[in-house]
RNA sequence: GCGCCUUUAACUCAGCUGGAUAGAGUAACUGCCUUCUAAGCAGUAAGCCAUUGGUUCGAGUCCAAUAAGGCGCGCCA
């Protein structure tokens, strides 16, 4: 797990402090404690590897010019035994240091030797991490927030795991409560609609499911639908199919059981439908956690029973209030409606403290459309208010995706029933262009979608790009290896050999694979990993146009570059399979 | 009215905790295949980083105000 630009900055780090602790010793500086200063990488190339400002910051304490104070600390520079062979002044003050051939050989041998792992970083070691996403309602099918946020989720979970934190994918469902009930009324008028003699007679006319479901979809004066019903197709679906295995027996009963019966039928239904459909999208938790559970233990109402013994609750026109506001939420909100059902906020607390204290994790991350953000200050205050510590609750907000067609906004809408839902997406694009697509902009982006560009598996799709890059790769190793030229086994020093600028660019950027994976991990933005491959692929086609491998000048050279293809081939596979994206060997 | 997000090239967006001359991809134009995959490469052109103040050695980046757009502010979820 070596992260060879880390190592060499902390070399300049330490190489910095040691000179200044001369300087200070001889007595050319004060003794002063010294502000902090930062080594980066410069843009532009001739300013070095790596770059520190020691000299501009101390400026102040040393009350002398930048330039002069650099002098004098690169006076006190040892180089030897470091990747560095070169130091200068330049600019306002910067130190700027050239790494040596060697750290470009061992970054190459890196890569090879932690093949499949290249990349992953101890960063969170013995952090336990809960990414929840998606968590859409088992009401209906999957929206296209939905596939964007799954597409993120995923991402940032293997991201983070990559990061060394110990990661949970997990799935919150939606059993209980309103909507469920509200799906439970839809799905009974819908089933009273296909017993009436209206329905039937659609029924013995019409030749399949699909035209039956047409037909009392598009009826709306024969069968109207309440304004808060759900109107999906999928719902007639249900009842049809519940009719049909088991005849029109319930229709007798009271309109509780009737709606039980047919929740208690197409619920799972609905659930097994969003596990398939997202480990088509190859999505799989590592945990389904259930709401109604939450109820059922008596989590929920106990949320409500301590926070009304830690005196933060007060009633007021029969309802239980919170008191939100002193805990930094803009304003109180309801626990608990007068009709004595708590609202949707209640479970989410309880699940929240179940993440938090019942399972102890470090860290709960939730990915949740932007239209939630009024929500979440409201759930962190409820956890202060229990005593938890609400830092541990990260949320990331995604921006809404907006559908474009023909240049113009197709508007998503869930109830209508004409939603894009995620399976019909995956059916017009390749699974690996969706993930791909939907990661390459930070989720709190606003995201504008072009179905047409989309659905197109055109070339404009980076995806191919970076693809492309990997299959050329294959192809040229293979070519090579017909022609009985391998490079199974190498020395370090075998690579010192490149030093095209092309090459060295192209290692430079193999170098910082682990550090995009922490940036990633810090930022929760998996977009980083895409524009990273996507660098990666770039390089390597500059790299593959300037230098041939095949004909290179001498046998060593072409060795030297066989393994730094080999290199690179490893570093876009472990970035594209954080992503989940397929790497042909042929295009 | 209050709160959150966004505003960088013609379009879609990068720009990590402030650092040296502002970066890609599309689209436009010009070149490069008898040589490892041209789904590629090289080059040209394109910007008052929304506006105005402030903080400092130094601001696209931080602070304040303004403008435009998106989204929230329910005994809905």
Same mark, same amino acid.
């Given at each position: 797990?070596?992260?060879l630009?880390?190592?060499?900055?902390a070399?300049?780090?330490?190489?910095?402090?040691?000179?200044?602790?001369?300087?200070?010793?001889?007595?050319?500086?004060?003794?002063?404690?010294?502000?902090?200063?930062?080594?980066?990488?410069?843009?532009?190339?001739?300013?070095?590897?790596?770059?520190?400002?020691?000299?501009?910051?101390?400026?102040?304490?040393?009350?002398?010019?930048?330039?002069?104070?650099?002098?004098?600390?690169?006076?006190?520079?040892?180089?030897?035994?470091?990747?560095f062979?070169?130091?200068?002044?330049?600019?306002?003050?910067?130190?700027?240091?050239?790494?040596g051939?060697?750290?470009?050989?061992?970054?190459?041998?890196?890569?090879?030797?932690?093949?499949?792992?290249?990349?992953?970083?101890?960063?969170?070691?013995?952090?336990?991490?809960?990414?929840?996403?998606v968590?859409?309602?088992?009401?209906?099918?999957?929206?296209?927030?939905?596939?964007?946020?799954?597409?993120?989720?995923?991402?940032?979970?293997?991201?983070?795991?990559?990061?060394?934190?110990?990661?949970?994918?997990?799935?919150?469902?939606?059993?209980?409560?309103?909507?469920?009930?509200?799906?439970?009324?839809s799905?009974?008028?819908?089933?009273?609609q296909?017993?009436?003699?209206?329905?039937k007679?659609?029924?013995?006319?019409?030749s399949?499911?699909?035209d039956?479901?047409?037909?009392?979809?598009?009826?709306?004066?024969?069968?109207?639908?309440?304004?808060?019903?759900?109107?999906?197709?999928?719902?007639?679906?249900?009842?049809?199919?519940?009719?049909?295995?088991?005849?029109?027996?319930?229709?007798?009963?009271?309109?509780?059981?009737?709606?039980?019966?047919?929740?208690?039928?197409?619920?799972?239904?609905?659930?097994?439908?969003?596990?398939?459909?997202?480990?088509?999208?190859?999505?799989?938790?590592?945990n389904?956690?259930?709401?109604?559970?939450?109820?059922?233990?008596?989590?929920?109402?106990?949320?409500?029973?301590?926070?009304?013994?830690?005196?933060?609750?007060?009633?007021?026109?029969?309802?239980?209030?919170?008191k939100?506001?002193?805990?930094?939420?803009?304003?109180?909100?309801?626990l608990?409606?007068?009709?004595?059902?708590?609202?949707?906020?209640?479970?989410d607390?309880?699940?929240?403290?179940?993440?938090?204290?019942?399972?102890?994790?470090?860290?709960?991350?939730?990915?949740?459309?932007?239209?939630?953000?009024?929500?979440?200050?409201r759930?962190k205050?409820a956890?202060?208010?229990?005593?938890?510590?609400?830092?541990?609750?990260?949320?990331?907000?995604?921006?809404?995706?907006?559908?474009?067609?023909?240049?113009?906004?197709?508007?998503?809408s869930?109830?209508?029933?004409?939603?894009?839902?995620?399976?019909?997406?995956?059916?017009?694009?390749? @699974? +690996?262009? *969706?993930?791909? &697509?939907?990661?390459?902009r930070? =989720?709190? /982006?606003?995201?504008?979608?072009?179905? !047409?560009?989309?659905?197109?598996?055109?070339?404009?799709?980076?995806?191919?790009?970076?693809?492309?890059?990997h299959?050329?790769?294959?192809?040229?190793?293979?070519?090579?290896?017909?022609?009985?030229?391998t490079?199974?086994?190498?020395?370090?020093?075998?690579?010192?050999?490149?030093?095209?600028?092309?090459?060295?660019e192209?290692?430079?950027?193999?170098?910082?694979?682990?550090?995009?994976?922490?940036?990633?991990?810090?930022?929760?933005d998996?977009?980083?990993?895409?524009?990273?491959? @996507? +660098?990666? *692929?770039?390089? &390597?086609?500059?790299?593959?146009? =300037?230098c /041939?491998?095949?004909?290179?000048?001498? !046998?060593?050279?072409k060795?030297?570059?066989?393994?730094?293809?080999?290199?690179?081939r490893?570093?876009?596979?472990?970035?594209?399979?954080?992503?989940?994206?397929?790497?042909?060997e042929k295009?």
């Amino acid at each position: 797990m070596a992260d060879l630009i880390k190592l060499a900055s902390a070399q300049i780090r330490e190489l910095m402090l040691d000179s200044l602790g001369r300087l200070v010793a001889s007595g050319k500086a004060p003794s002063e404690p010294l502000p902090d200063f930062r080594v980066e990488i410069p843009a532009d190339k001739s300013h070095g590897d790596f770059a520190a400002n020691t000299a501009m910051v101390c400026a102040k304490i040393f009350k002398s010019a930048p330039r002069k104070i650099a002098e004098m600390i690169c006076e006190e520079i040892v180089l030897d035994g470091t990747y560095f062979d070169r130091v200068e002044i330049a600019g306002p003050g910067f130190i700027n240091f050239f790494l040596g051939r060697r750290w470009f050989s061992e970054v190459v041998n890196t890569v090879i030797t932690e093949k499949d792992n290249y990349g992953k970083t101890e960063t969170g070691k013995g952090k336990k991490v809960l990414v929840e996403f998606v968590s859409a309602n088992p009401t209906g099918p999957m929206h296209v927030g939905n596939a964007r946020g799954g597409a993120i989720g995923d991402g940032l979970a293997e991201i983070m795991s990559w990061a060394g934190y110990d990661v949970q994918r997990e799935f919150y469902v939606n059993d209980a409560g309103n909507q469920i009930e509200k799906f439970g009324k839809s799905l009974e008028l819908r089933f009273m609609q296909l017993c009436s003699s209206d329905g039937k007679s659609i029924m013995d006319k019409s030749s399949s499911d699909e035209d039956i479901c047409k037909a009392v979809y598009s009826d709306e004066d024969m069968f109207p639908m309440p304004e808060d019903a759900y109107r999906g197709v999928d719902i007639i679906e249900h009842a049809l199919n519940y009719l049909k295995e088991n005849g029109t027996e319930v229709a007798e009963s009271s309109v509780e059981d009737r709606k039980k019966a047919l929740v208690d039928y197409a619920l799972p239904k609905n659930i097994a439908g969003l596990e398939r459909d997202l480990k088509k999208y190859r999505i799989v938790y590592d945990n389904w956690f259930r709401e109604s559970t939450l109820h059922s233990s008596g989590d929920v109402m106990k949320i409500v029973e301590t926070l009304t013994e830690k005196g933060y609750t007060y009633e007021q026109e029969g309802a239980v209030w919170f008191k939100a506001s002193q805990f930094g939420a803009d304003k109180d909100f309801v626990l608990v409606r007068s009709n004595g059902i708590p609202t949707y906020v209640v479970p989410d607390i309880a699940y929240h403290y179940n993440k938090l204290v019942t399972r102890g994790y470090d860290k709960a991350i939730d990915i949740l459309g932007a239209d939630h953000h009024g929500y979440v200050p409201r759930l962190k205050a409820a956890l202060t208010a229990l005593g938890v510590d609400a830092a541990k609750l990260d949320v990331v907000l995604m921006q809404m995706v907006r559908l474009m067609r023909n240049g113009e906004v197709a508007k998503l809408s869930k109830r209508s029933g004409k939603a894009i839902t995620l399976v019909t997406l995956l059916d017009e694009i390749p @699974i +690996d262009a *969706a993930r791909f &697509f939907f990661n390459l902009r930070e =989720a709190n /982006s606003h995201f504008e979608f072009d179905l !047409d560009l989309a659905v197109e598996q055109s070339s404009q799709n980076p995806v191919y790009y970076v693809q492309y890059a990997h299959a050329r790769i294959c192809s040229l190793i293979s070519n090579l290896a017909e022609q009985g030229f391998t490079a199974d086994k190498f020395s370090i020093e075998e690579l010192n050999i490149l030093d095209k600028p092309q090459e060295i660019e192209l290692i430079r950027l193999l170098a910082a694979m682990p550090g995009e994976i922490d940036s990633a991990a810090k930022n929760y933005d998996p977009a980083k990993i895409t524009k990273y491959s @996507i +660098d990666l *692929a770039t390089h &390597f086609h500059k790299f593959y146009d =300037a230098c /041939s491998v095949k004909n290179a000048e001498t !046998d060593e050279l072409k060795k030297a570059r066989l393994v730094l293809c080999m290199s690179v081939r490893q570093a876009l596979k472990n970035s594209l399979g954080i992503l989940k994206i397929n790497c042909p060997e042929k295009m």
